[in-house]
């Protein structure tokens, strides 16, 4: 470690491996936007990796210096000697593209990277906040690509058709010049596959289920963090036992009492059995927020002769509207996503959910751009939603965790 503290040793180690890190993210976002051969070329990252992150970290030639590594970087990709690797057929601009997106990239981030390290021996807090910055980098790059790459070859397989699919199944590149044609396969959704329904009955059912676990929730959440009753403490800590037992365990019980009652394949039966498992983790996110609202306004409600519902109603609920929302927003994502008791208790199209209805998509004899435009209509909703709201998502959470 002692070793690693000595600039000339770091700079060039850290250059080295956030070349892999771009590289490989350049080659990977290239091959799907364009459908051409790019890889990453492992050497040779760490090789120019390493001598820009030298320059840089020494200073050599200062912002010139810097300009001259993204030049030569550009021109070494497009030579064949540069970190990204690009296929006889690539198009001209498709490598010239990639070429200065990667050099730009990794100069501009390599020198807020390394730039404030100077030269000769670090010091643990000098060294420590490059690997930190190089770690804050990987991190962003790692995880965004995570959630995008799979949302994007699931938007890209949608606007294909069958011939383009069988064609080369690996090409996420688009063809604009379709133009309505690429949303051929969401037309027939709604016009073949009865989508429209689904997504009321998915969106009713949401609405619903956030309704009743709030109103079982509310009062049991206060009732825990305010009342004192017998066994309050164990009934607090208990809450969450019910995530305890996977939900797979309880099916064949659920799926045989309510198709004993008649409720299988009904939309009382699904509202009935949705709060069930959303109304602890409600239980639990509210109970916590209540605690951390101040008694003092309440008992003073109290006092001026309001009943402890009429509290309940006009001073506690309004104070924890954030905390409202937040757990509202999370009920109406896990109704809107459940899968596994929509699939075991609904038979009848006209009842499906979006995620029933997306999984009898799942078949050799529907084309797959059907299954993946079902799966967008699916996810862009929820997201656009949690997107929306995430402001009052995130206050919610956070809200109460600090009493006084």
Known sequence: MRLLRFNYITSPLLGALWMVVLSTTIAVMMSFATGEAFRPDMLLSLLWGGIIGALIGHRIGALAGEAVAAVALAGAILLGIGPVVVGETTSFFAATFAAVVLAVSFVWSAHHILDDLPVGTLNRHEFEGAVIRFLTGFGYIFFTAIVLIPFYVMLMTSFKNQSELMQNPLDFSIDLSKGAELFRSYDELFTQFNFGTYLFNSFFISVITVLITLAFAIPGAYAVARLRFQGRAAFSRSILLIYMVPMIVLALPIYIAFSAT???????????????????????????????????????????????????????????????????????????????????????????????????????????????????????????????????????????????
Not at 289 to 312: C, K, N, Q, T
Request: hydrophobic share 50%; aromatic share 10%; net charge neutral.
């Open 262 to 404: 008649g409720l299988r394949n009904t939309f009382v039966g699904i509202v009935m059995i949705y709060p069930v498992t959303t109304i602890p983790v409600a239980l639990y996110m509210l109970q916590g927020y209540f605690r951390g609202l101040p008694s003092e306004v309440e008992e003073a409600g109290l006092m001026d002769g309001l009943s402890r519902l009429a509290v309940i109603w006009k001073i506690t609920l309004p104070l924890s509207l954030p905390a409202l929302a937040s757990v509202s927003l999370y009920v109406f994502m896990i109704a809107w996503n459940e899968f596994l008791l929509a699939f075991m208790l609904l038979d009848d199209p006209s009842k499906f959910t979006l995620t029933r209805g997306i999984a009898a998509l799942n078949s050799s004899e529907i084309p797959r751009q059907h299954l993946m435009a079902g799966s967008v209509i699916a996810t862009v909703p929820i997201m656009a939603l949690f997107l929306g709201l995430e402001r009052f998502m995130t206050k919610g959470l956070t809200a109460g965790s600090v009493k006084g």
